[in-house]
Every structure is written in C-alpha cells, then in structure tokens.
C-alpha cells in the first residue's frame, strides 16, 4: 500500500452534502462524475494528496443505496493507493483477505478498483485504487 488514496462517505443527498463539505472543508470538490456501473454519483474534495470521496445513490438498488438504508449516512470505505493492483490482489488473496471483486474494474476519479470484503478486515469495506495511465498522455 503506498497511502491512503481517500476515504468515502455514503451521502443522502449529494447537493446537501457538497454544501455541508464545501463549508467544513473551506474548498469545493475539484471533481464530480457518475460511476455508472456501480449506480453513484461521486465528489472529490482535495485535502492535500488524501481525498474526500462522496457516493451518492443514482439507484435504490445501488450498494449505496443499501448501505444507507442499513447503517445511514457515514463513512462507507477507506481506499489505499497500490502500484500494482493485480499484484496487490494476488497478495492480499494468498494472505487469506476475502476479495470482493475477482478482477479489478474502473471506478471513479480515473481509477482501477478491487474491493476486500469487510468480514476479513474487521468489519472495513477497504478500496483498493491504481491510477489508470492514459496511453496518449
């Protein structure tokens, strides 16, 4: 792991939320998008090289969605940064960490991500994220 690359936090309503951050936080998101696949809207908020993520459901049937329903709003997932997400996978696998996702898919903010399940991370939904590389950039 090479840092916490950002903490998610399941928000009801994200123009409530962005709000609400924007004044805690003194700075507004650098960065809003939909990640389709997993049924969210997301918001990035800089907090010099950590990062805010904020997920909102698009979907009731969204994990989101689900999650929201089950425990309210709050801190949903901690993400960590991994050079190498295949490689991370494979450890984290031999290690005996329960994977949720068996390939890494693209999520949010220009990233691959895999998800370990929270029953073998003392009840932690962790993230794991790489940077995709553009090939033309």
Not at 28 to 49: C, H, I, R
Not at 65 to 80: L, M, N, T, Y
Not at 105 to 126: E, I, Q
């Amino acid at each position: 792991m090479l840092k916490i690359e950002h903490i998610g936090i399941a928000v009801k309503s994200m123009d409530q939320s962005n709000e609400l951050f924007t004044s805690l936080l003194g700075r507004a998101p650098y960065k809003q998008e939909e990640a389709a696949l997993d049924k969210v809207n997301t918001s990035f908020y800089d907090m010099n090289g950590t990062k805010i993520e904020l997920v909102a459901a698009t979907d009731e049937s969204s994990p989101i969605a689900k999650f929201i329903g089950k425990k309210g709003e709050g801190i949903h997932h901690i993400a960590f940064e991994v050079k190498d997400i295949l490689e991370s996978m494979q450890l984290l696998r031999l290690l005996g960490f329960q994977l949720i996702d068996e390939v890494p898919r693209r999520g949010a903010d220009n990233k691959m991500v895999c998800f370990l399940h929270p029953k073998s991370t003392n009840g932690v939904l962790v993230e794991l994220c790489q940077s995709i590389v553009e090939e033309n950039a």
